[in-house]
């Protein structure tokens, strides 16, 4: 499927080496003031090149609305928009033509359609997570008038982690540093390590954890559309994700009940441990989740694989890739989270209280 959403909806287009990133946003309320600025800056934050620990790869980023502004406000109408790509170097992947990458999208993707675009992973790249930024930066001004805000920062990379309670740490320093990390010494070990590995040619992963504030109480379905279901749906779409955990996760999974049971004040719970999510409901408190996302597969060292007909051979990739997804990643987990959650308050809530929210 190239769209997601229900109400709030974005459909995406285009390849890595292609022409253009694009996507139509459909259902975004009318009314809504779109700080293109905001938007473009929300881009900026994917986008390659950033600093020495991402690709090396050049892009402006510069997105382009095509329709559903007027004035400066969304019309209700769909909202079309496309990035041009401007410095693919296809040329770096000629070496790939015939032959997979381990554990990358390539062999799945051939054995499934029986054609690929090599260049860069064509339809597979993590460039195509665009359209989602674009998207999720909408959904962010649409919920900014909610007084719902979303903050993700990196919490590990390799074996440096962060505390697990987001509380500790000033989450607005996550800006101030090129890994994105709010703890300004560990995210200097981050940047060393991400470094080194980039010297070897090798790859690693990490977390991202992501906190939602100001979310109301009702959002999210009791049966199988649980809020914290799509969430886990939308974070496990993104390149390289492979686990999403929300609340306490795992480390819950060995406490008791009476250690882990949220208990109801006058002024909410008094923890909360369940991430702020209950019966799949938002109950209002803040609601946190952790994503893990693998090294890239992509390496600049030599590996066995094989080629499209089974015949075992090596390959030694060539090209600009990151050596770690996590500082990028950031602004995409944010923007994946906007969707749904604004997704999620266009279903439960009354489309009046929306409206009466917009000055």
Known sequence: ????GTLFKLTT??????EAIGGVVDGMPAGIDIDQDFVQAELNRR???QSHITTGRKEDDQVEFLSGIFEGKSTGCPIGFIVRNQ???SQDYENMRCLFRPSHADYTYYNKYGIRDHRGGGRTSARITISRCVAGALAKLALKQLGISIQAYTSQVGDIRLD???HLYDLAEAENNVVRCPDPEKAKEMESLIAAVKAEGDTIGGVITCIIKG??????????????ARLGYAMLGINAAKGFEYGE????AGERGSQQNDIFTPEGTSTNHSGGIQGGISNGQDIYFRVAFKPVATLLQEQQTIDLEGNPTTLKARGRHDPCVLPRAVPIVEAMAAIVILDEFLQNMPIKLLKSSIK
């Open 13 to 18: 287009f285009g390849e890595s080496h292609g």
């Open 164 to 166: 697990r309670d987001y």
């Open 87 to 89: 410095n693919h170097h």
């Open 1 to 4: 499927m190239n769209t997601f």
């Open 47 to 49: 986008r390659p090149g």
């Open 215 to 228: 979310c109301p109480v009702g959002l999210g379905q009791p049966e199988f559309d649980k809020l914290h």
């Open 249 to 252: 996760g795992f480390d819950g």
